[in-house]
């Protein structure tokens, strides 16, 4: 069975950070491009960042650009996504999502908040 398990999230004070984990299994991950998405309450999916398979590119939205750092160990078939200098526009439910199909896991809670 393909799972995608994200952890890592919590609640943190602006200027924080987070790190973000996302652990497969049932499939081996070096073989996928993957991304990091977000919804945030009341809001659409929106995209954060792709990396693809052998970690040589990796794009970020404007938004978190500077910021969130996308990595992958693939002996280890895990995902995670470094953010740092969290504002309260981060509060979101990030999900890891598999870019050829889209299938993404259950989401991990981030909130920024004082």
């Known amino acids: 069975e393909v799972q995608l398990v994200e952890s890592g999230g919590g609640l943190v004070q602006p200027g924080g950070s987070l790190r973000l984990s996302c652990a497969a299994s049932?499939?081996?991950?070096?073989?996928?491009?993957m991304s990091w998405v977000r919804q945030a309450p009341g809001k659409g999916l929106e995209w954060v960042s792709t990396i693809n398979r052998g970690s040589t590119f990796a794009v970020y939205a404007d938004s978190v650009k500077g910021r969130f750092i996308i990595s992958r160990d693939n002996n280890k078939n895990t995902l995670y996504l470094q953010m740092n200098s969290l504002k309260p526009e981060d509060s979101a439910v990030y999900y890891c999502r598999k870019v050829d199909d889209g299938f993404r896991g259950q989401g991990t809670q981030v909130t920024v908040s004082p």
């Open positions: 049932g499939f081996t991950l070096e073989g996928y491009t």
